[in-house]
């Protein structure tokens, strides 16, 4: 006969430890945003927006100034197309960033627990 054991878990006993796993475990590292977070990043992304359109508004307003005086659609059209291109392409990097770094605390933290 074999001296070594192998110790199997009932269907049930498997399923209560990945509740278990999942709630003290993983759950433990993987924290939801705090109204406070929250709070900076929506301040930030209205700072870098209003340092963005500074020189945004300064270089291309002037391209459609004849367009604006004559109340002009595709006019209109082109500089909301512009300002919301950029307005996406900001808030994606902002949101990623952020996300990133309390990515990167997290898996710091889940190292440190692993060691």
Same mark, same amino acid.
């Given at each position: 006969?074999?001296?070594?054991?192998?110790?199997?878990?009932?269907?049930?006993?498997?399923?209560?430890?990945? #509740?278990?796993?999942? $709630?003290?475990?993983?759950?433990?590292?993987?924290? $939801?945003?705090? @109204? @406070? $977070?929250? &709070?900076?990043?929506?301040? &930030?992304?209205?700072?870098?927006?209003?340092?963005?359109?500074?020189?945004?508004?300064? &270089?291309?307003?002037?391209?459609?100034?004849?367009?604006?005086?004559?109340?002009?659609?595709?006019?209109?059209?082109?500089?909301?197309?512009?300002?919301?291109?950029?307005?996406?392409?900001?808030?994606?990097?902002?949101? @990623?960033?952020?996300?990133?770094?309390?990515?990167?605390?997290?898996?710091? #933290?889940?190292? $440190? &627990?692993?060691?």
């Amino acid at each position: 006969m074999s001296a070594t054991r192998v110790c199997r878990l009932t269907p049930l006993g498997s399923i209560l430890f990945r #509740k278990v796993y999942i $709630k003290y475990i993983v759950l433990a590292f993987m924290k $939801k945003d705090s @109204r @406070r $977070k929250s &709070f900076l990043e929506a301040l &930030f992304d209205i700072v870098v927006g209003f340092l963005l359109y500074l020189p945004v508004n300064f &270089f291309i307003l002037p391209y459609f100034t004849d367009g604006i005086d004559e109340y002009n659609i595709a006019t209109m059209l082109s500089i909301s197309v512009i300002y919301s291109s950029i307005a996406i392409a900001r808030k994606y990097l902002i949101r @990623r960033w952020f996300v990133n770094k309390n990515l990167t605390k997290t898996l710091q #933290k889940l190292t $440190k &627990f692993i060691r």
